[in-house]
T-cell receptor
Framework: AQTVTQSQPEMSVQEAETVTLSCTYDTSESNYYLFWYKQPPSRQMILVIRQEAYKQQNATENRFSVNFQKAAKSFSLKISDSQLGDTAMYFCALQIQGAQKLVFGQGTRLTINP | SAVISQKPSRDICQRGTSLTIQCQVDSQVTMMFWYRQQPGQSLTLIATANQGSEATYESGFVIDKFPISRPNLTFSTLTVSNMSPEDSSIYLC????????????FGPGTRLTVT
């Protein structure tokens, strides 16, 4: 069975600061994908960034980047130059290749303060 | 990515009744998924719906309680049957697409409250 753990229930930083959200996962599979989703108060789930496990290079999308440590089964999200609009719940998710099912962590509530 | 809409956006229902949630996509997709997000919790997959075949349910979810239809490649419904307060949740549909073929994109969700 696959599990995803987010150990930080809540985080709060000042606007323009950099923040890192932690995620660890467990799977015995070697081929899988990892995702970070954002869910603002509007509750729309938004895909922020994805990482294929076979790629060593960390994914980057504008101000969002990941630190993927496959051996440690760690997948953290770094948000640079944080903005008020980044305030949301952030979910880490794991998908085994070919299985379609997303397994989500419990989420981290991130608040960006002005 | 595909534009996904859900109806209703929210509803308040009495226990013992049923509610059907609709999910519409603006493009044809093979796989559609239904997730449940209980208050303050994460998302849990209910079932996977392929057009032209029976939905595949995850452990803990049964067809009698959550019947799903998938009549074509752009539409699906989820019914929450014989509701109880424990069914109060956000229900989200998602589709699998993207350049890589495995990314899932979500609809806006349906907030259900059962009294």
């Amino acid at each position: 069975a696959q599990t995803v753990t987010q150990s930080q229930p809540e985080m709060s930083v000042q606007e323009a600061e950099t923040v890192t959200l932690s995620c660890t996962y467990d799977t015995s599979e070697s081929n899988y994908y990892l995702f970070w989703y954002k869910q603002p108060p509007s509750r729309q789930m938004i895909l922020v960034i994805r990482q294929e496990a076979y790629k060593q290079q960390n994914a980057t999308e504008n101000r969002f980047s990941v630190n993927f440590q496959k051996a440690a089964k760690s997948f953290s999200l770094k948000i640079s130059d944080s903005q008020l609009g980044d305030t949301a719940m952030y979910f880490c998710a794991l998908q085994i290749q070919g299985a379609q099912k997303l397994v989500f962590g419990q989420g981290t509530r991130l608040t960006i303060n002005p | 990515s595909a534009v996904i809409s859900q109806k209703p956006s929210r509803d308040i229902c009495q226990r013992g009744t049923s509610l059907t949630i609709q999910c519409q996509v603006d493009s044809q997709v093979t796989m559609m998924f239904w997730y449940r997000q209980q208050p303050g919790q994460s998302l849990t997959l209910i079932a996977t719906a392929n057009q032209g075949s029976e939905a595949t349910y995850e452990s803990g979810f049964v067809i009698d309680k959550f019947p799903i239809s998938r009549p074509n490649l752009t539409f699906s419904t989820l019914t929450v049957s014989n509701m109880s307060p424990e069914d109060s949740s956000i229900y989200l549909c998602s589709v699998e697409e993207g350049q890589s073929g495995y990314e899932q994109y979500f609809g806006p969700g349906t907030r259900l409250t059962v009294t």
